[in-house]
């Protein structure tokens, strides 16, 4: 496992990778919940945020330089979020077996079926680019500035993101719960 790899070389006394194990600890459970509510699948959402603190790990020789650690973790989280649905869209259209793959927000685990609450199916309609945001700033508490910084857009274009994902969230959010 990729994060077992990381925490054994991080007590190897390297202080780079100490602080790299250190960020791991505190900021996995919240990087795995904030994947898991971008794609919507707990075991895709787990590799997921493993190959993002494996990004961290790779980078961790610009830490030093920094400043706001918690975002630039979810900036990398949200760009690996981002590129793996985009490689899951470029293959909708191999002729796949139903059975053989489950669709992106679904799983045939039924404590996932169950768990999926009218608030999960609703960010899930949205575009990724308006959940990002919306999540960021309304669940993880992060001002416009530090959403800005973990997407790599303006602070303009947050704003305006977040207005119209409100927006999106409200109109999804009717459409579930009048099903």
């Known amino acids: 496992m990729i994060i077992e790899m990381i925490m054994a070389e991080a007590g190897t006394g390297d202080n780079l990778g100490n602080l790299v194990g250190g960020l791991f600890e505190e900021h996995r459970s919240a990087v795995f919940a904030y994947v898991y509510r971008l794609v919507g699948n707990r075991e895709w959402a787990e590799e997921l945020t493993q190959e993002a603190f494996l990004r961290v790990y790779d980078a961790r020789a610009r830490l030093p330089e920094v400043r706001n650690r918690r975002a630039w973790i979810y900036r990398i989280a949200t760009n690996t979020a981002f590129n793996a649905l985009k490689r899951w869209r470029r293959f909708l259209w191999l002729p796949w077996h139903e059975a053989d793959v489950a669709p992106l927000g679904r799983s045939d685990s039924a404590e996932q079926v169950e768990g999926q609450t009218l608030v999960e199916q609703a960010l899930l309609a ?49 459409r579930e719960s009048c099903r």
């Open 126 to 174: 949205l575009a990724p680019k308006y959940r990002a945001p919306l999540l960021l700033y309304s669940h993880y508490g992060f001002s416009v500035g530090e959403v800005a910084e973990a997407l790599g857009i303006g602070e303009g274009a947050v704003k305006m993101r977040l207005s119209r994902a409100r927006e999106m969230f409200r109109g999804a959010y009717q």
